[in-house]
């Protein structure tokens, strides 16, 4: 028969929580100081309402004299993009083809088969034409309706690569018809 031998209490189990606390902080710190935003994630240029449409309480008592602009903006650009979707199956979405249309209204094909290819051209195209323009910051983009953000984030991403700064959206053809 085996004994059991009774010593007194169980001894406790001490978790040393000073070099755990301490390993979390230098972690935190290294994680901080490397981290580095790219251009694009640090910024983004948004409107934002007016302090009178901030400050009511019902969207009724806003007053039609704090708009400045009933119409959007209007940036002024040489070059519009426009982006053709794929508009059925598994890539369905994605950029199928794109042009850039000048002032005017004469529209050159990007060419190229696929997406890379199609947008590796573009880059081309456009660090070419950078050159003969009035307005070299400007740029318009317009997309087909069905396009995926992602798409139009990687033809902006291609313009701003070209050298152009300003980059404005024009609604889809056939919008609202």
């Known amino acids: 028969m085996s004994r059991r031998r009774d010593d007194g209490p169980p001894a406790e189990v001490v978790l040393p929580i000073t070099p755990m606390l301490d390993m979390a902080f230098q ?3 290294f994680f901080i100081m490397t981290f580095n ?3 694009l ?3 983004m240029d948004l409107s934002l309402p007016s302090e009178a449409e901030k400050a009511a309480k019902d969207p009724k008592d806003i007053s039609n004299t704090s708009r400045v602009d009933k119409a959007p903006p209007e940036f002024p650009s040489d070059l519009t993009v426009k982006v ?3 508009l059925s199956g598994k890539n ?3 950029v199928s ?3 850039v249309r000048n002032l005017d209204s004469k529209e050159d094909e990007v060419p190229g088969r696929d997406e890379k290819e199609l ?3 573009l880059r081309k195209y456009l660090e070419d034409r950078r050159d003969t323009l009035t307005n070299k910051e400007a740029l318009k983009v317009q997309g087909d309706s069905k396009l995926k953000v992602s798409a139009v984030i990687r033809v902006m991403d291609v313009c701003r690569h070209a050298g152009f700064k300003n980059i404005s959206f024009v609604p889809p053809e ?3 018809k």
């Open 27 to 29: 972690l935190l710190f």
């Open 37 to 39: 935003p790219t251009d």
């Open 41 to 43: 994630e640090g910024q």
């Open 84 to 86: 053709r979707a794929v």
């Open 92 to 94: 369905a979405g994605d």
């Open 97 to 99: 083809a794109l042009s």
């Open 119 to 121: 947008l590796t051209a």
């Open 174 to 176: 056939g919008l609202g």
